[in-house]
Nanobody
Framework: QVQLVESGGGLVQAGASLRISCAASTPFFSLYDMGWYRQAPGKQRELVATISSGNTTNYGDSVKGRFTISRDNAKNTVDLQMNSLKLEDTAVYYC?????????????WGQGTQVTVSS
């Protein structure tokens, strides 16, 4: 029953920057590993960046050095700072919350926010 809501997407020029955010409903936000994934038209969803409950980050190869993921456990939010945007970054960006417990793998997805990069 965790709800994730993305915001901040839009249309930008190549080379520009954009910051998108994800707000989570759960009071146990700090226990979840969080991530951003994206899906372009006709393609499968791919990992963009993740940040663990312990603040360990990792990035997809195509965004390393350009994107930065961060979280604010006091606000129950996770952000993705996107710099030097390229045409190929155009996609719907989805927020993910993931948690392993003794009894199950608990994972949740947001509705997505559109990021479009133009030349």
């Amino acid at each position: 029953q965790v709800q994730l809501v993305e915001s901040g997407g839009g249309l930008v020029q190549a080379g520009a920057s954009l910051r998108i955010s994800c707000a989570a409903s759960t009071p146990f936000f700090s226990l979840y590993d969080m991530g951003w994934y994206r899906q372009a038209p006709g393609k499968q969803r791919e990992l963009v960046a993740t940040i663990s409950s312990g603040n360990t980050t990792n990035y997809g190869d195509s965004v390393k050095g350009r994107f930065t993921i961060s979280r604010d456990n006091a606000k129950n939010t996770v952000d993705l700072q996107m710099n030097s945007l390229k045409l190929e970054d155009t996609a719907v960006y989805y927020c993910n919350a993931d948690r392993w417990t003794f009894v199950k793998h608990d994972t949740h997805w947001g509705q997505g926010t559109q990021v479009t990069v133009s030349s």
